[in-house]
Structure formats: structure tokens, C-alpha cells
């Protein structure tokens, strides 16, 4: 509960048993905030017993719905802030459920799947006078904040050559789960690659052209142009895609090679979320416009068929995913 005397918040999270959500439990609580309640329809939830034991957990909707309903009728028990971990599918449905019982929700990525989507929230949004923010952790992390003024400060006349390259190895379970059923999941560009091309925005602007050149279950690679740069990307979820230097050492390979240097951010990513809390409770979290653009990407390229690249569009690893080597 709240104490009068301290601007502690109450929040409630959706998604407790997902992979992501001792990221927000543990930011919530180095926060010095208080999670009254969590729902999930899986019981795995052990984890709360070493960052919240006290809360409250439930298995339905219904009950967990009901039960920040009744919180409301105290000051001190009231929720602020509903945090959604929930499966991407089922973010707008869970964003406009916190909105409505009249907290402040913090979303992890994608946001939502459409920009039709994004205006639907705005509306509960008007509707209710609460706000959405979304985690976009990429723009607190030392390394990309410190590509980005560099970049700001370029005199380069022409754009920024750029090589975006992420590879996080899943096993089989991944295929079975709902990340791996594109109804919930919106495939691998949507799932893994938003946060990345919200990231290449914050750095090089404006997107100008995105052209996706191949895409499967497994892995997706295209061409992105921006105000700024000229970007070949490519996403994985394969170990095998792993560069040999990497594979039996670490399963997860993030690079950005800029014109040349090299920016390898596979480290600095396990504080991110309490940073972007800390942001959020401060007055600067990310919202719905923020999120915008990297959903309209994520839109477009699931909209495309594939193409043959052009001169100098292709990622450098492209032709190994066409034609793997196992």
C-alpha cells in the first residue's frame, strides 16, 4: 500500500510469466514503487516471491480485472500505473483495459501491430485522460546515444553507410509458442526487429524507403533508407547465423557497423527497463507518437513480398540465408 508520506505508486502487471517481465517487476521495485497485483494465465510466477511475495496473482482476467476495479474505492490502494507483458497480440486489448480502469500504462514492444491501432489508443487515451507509454530501452543505452551524436555532429555530405546486424539464438520451443505463430506474434521483423528500427530512427531520422529482400520463420533481411543513412539489416533467430568467431561462446550477436566502425551493443541491456521507468516517472517516457514510427515500418515490411536486392542494398550475410550451409 501507499504511504502518505512517500510518492510511492501502486502498479499492476499484465504478463507475469512472460520472459520479459522480471525486467518490469525488478524495475518497479528499484524504482521504490509496489506491484499490488499480477495476472497471467500461466502460474510460473515464482519469481515474484524475491521482488513482490505480498502481491496479489491471478490466473483470470476476470478476477484480476475485478480486483483493481475495487482498488480504486481507496486513495492508498489505487492503481497508477498497469504494466503489459502480455503476447504482442493481445497489447491493445490489455493497453486499453489499464486505460480504462484509470492508470498510466507502460507497454512493452511492438506497442501494437498498425498505425490504425495506434489511433485507437489515442481515442481511449482522450477518453479516459490517462497515457500509454511504450518501452523503447534502445534509446537509453550508452552505446546508441553516443552513435547518435556523433552522427548528429557529422558534416557528412552524403549518407551514412550503414550495416545493422542481430542474431539471438531460440531454441525449438520458440517455433511452438505463440512467438512463433505469426497471428500473435506479427513474425520475426515485428517481434525481435521493432526496438532496432525504432533505434535506427532515433539516430538517422526520417525513414525515406524500406525494401524487405527475404523473410521466413526464422529470419528477415531488407533495406531501409533514411534522412541520414543507408541501411542493410538483417534479423535472426537462428544459432547458425551466428558469425564462427561467435558461435559456442555467446548465443546472441548485436552489431551496427557504421561507415566502417563497428558499434558491438550485446552488453548494457539488463538495466534498460529501470531506466526507462525512471524516465517514464519523471515525466519523460515515450509515447504513442514515439512509438509510431517504428510500427508503420514494422507494417510495411510485413505488407511486402520479398525482392531481389539492389546494387548495393544487400546485406553482406543475405546470400547465406538464401543459400545456408548447414
Known sequence: ???????????ALIGAAGYIAPRHMKAIKETNN????????????????????????FTDFERFYEYAWKLKRTDNSALDYVSVCSPNHMHSAHIAAGLRLGCNVICEKPLVPTSADLDELQRVENETGKRVFNILQLRHHPAILELRNKVAKSNKTEKHKVELTYITSRGRWYLESWKGDPR?????ATNIGVHFFDMLHFIFGKLEKNIL??????????YLEYEQARVKWLLSIDANDLPEDVKGKRPTFRTINCDGDELEFSGGFTDLH??????ILAGNGYGIEDARHCVETV????????????????????????????
Request: proline share 7%; net charge neutral.
Open 1 to 11: 500500500m501507499k504511504n502518505n508520506n512517500c510518492p510511492t505508486k501502486n502498479f
Open 34 to 57: 509496489h506491484l499490488a497485483a499480477a495476472y497471467d494465465i500461466n502460474d510460473s510466477v515464482g519469481i515474484i516471491d524475491s521482488i513482490s511475495p505480498a502481491s496479489e496473482f
Open 184 to 188: 500473435k506474434s506479427f513474425g520475426v
Open 213 to 222: 529482400h527475404y523473410s521466413d520463420e526464422l529470419k528477415a533481411s531488407g
Open 274 to 279: 529501470t531506466v526507462s521507468y525512471q524516465e
Open 299 to 326: 507494417e510495411a515490411i510485413r505488407s511486402q513480398s520479398p525482392k531481389q536486392p539492389a546494387r548495393n542494398e544487400a546485406h553482406p550475410f543475405l546470400t547465406s540465408l538464401i543459400n545456408p550451409r548447414r
